[in-house]
């Protein structure tokens, strides 16, 4: 069963617009939610995480929002640049004790385009 | 180095042969992930190392997978008798101890089975 979803494969946006992606998820026991940005060929890089006891996050151009009773966080970039086109993963940790502990559960990716 | 290391970058290999795939973690970082993605998909959990043990092998797709680390660094992930559904990329990451949530990953493998 996929915990973790990001149910749009692809995202196109006009430079200097509002790109925005989302994530569901259905384990409870989630507590930690990060975003990982990947170009081809490299690994995924870390980007901008949360914590299930906040509800939002942000760091420059890049904001994370968590709504825990819907079991959705989205991934806001403002303002998009080419240079963000890249797949984007979200990612899910367990707290200890869970039986997931230990290892991140990803979706599926995003592919966002940011055209100049 | 800087980073986490694999290798080989590439690998390609005919169905049925033993592939061997390295991960160099981060200096000083005692936790070691081997994650999965197949084309058009997300990252899937192998196997994690704290040190030397592998607390969680519950995602290692069948018995021709398997894991080891040694001298609580280097680790290698050993895939026998090949089978086409192997093909991926093969993606390492460490972090200083478990339960630390960010993971740093490296390039990957691609392993190509034919």
């Known amino acids: 069963d996929q915990q973790v979803k990001q149910n749009s494969p692809s995202l196109s946006v006009q430079e200097g617009r509002i790109s925005i992606l989302n994530c569901d998820y259905t384990?409870?026991?989630?507590?930690?939610f990060l975003w990982y940005k990947k170009y081809p060929a490299e690994g995924p890089t870390f980007l901008i995480s949360?914590?299930?006891?906040?509800d939002k996050n942000e760091d420059g151009r890049f904001t994370v929002f968590l709504n825990k009773s819907a079991k959705h966080l989205s991934l806001h970039i403002v303002p998009s640049q080419p240079g963000d086109s890249a797949v984007y993963f979200c990612?899910?940790?367990?707290?200890?004790?869970?039986?997931?502990?230990?290892?991140?559960?990803f979706g599926q990716g995003t592919i966002l385009t940011v055209h100049p | 180095g800087a980073g986490v290391s694999q290798s080989p970058s590439n690998k390609v290999t005919e169905k049925g042969k033993d592939v061997e795939l390295r991960c160099d973690p981060i200096?000083?970082?005692?936790?070691l992930y081997w994650y999965r993605q197949s084309l058009g998909q997300g990252l899937e959990f192998l196997i994690y190392?704290?040190?030397?043990?592998?607390?969680?092998k519950s995602g290692l797709p069948s018995d021709r997978f398997s894991a080891e680390r040694t001298g609580g660094s280097v680790s290698t992930l050993t895939i026998q008798r090949t089978q086409q559904e192997d093909s991926a990329v093969y993606l390492c990451?460490?972090?200083?101890?478990?339960?630390?949530?960010?993971?740093?990953f490296g390039a990957g493998t691609r392993l190509s089975v034919l």
């Open positions: 990451a460490s972090t200083y101890n478990v339960g630390q949530n960010i993971q740093y």
């Open positions: 384990n409870s026991m989630f507590d930690y």
């Open positions: 949360i914590s299930s006891i906040k």
């Open positions: 990612a899910a940790s367990e707290q200890a004790g869970g039986t997931s502990y230990g290892k991140l559960t």
């Open positions: 200096s000083g970082h005692t936790a």
């Open positions: 190392f704290q040190g030397n043990s592998a607390p969680d």
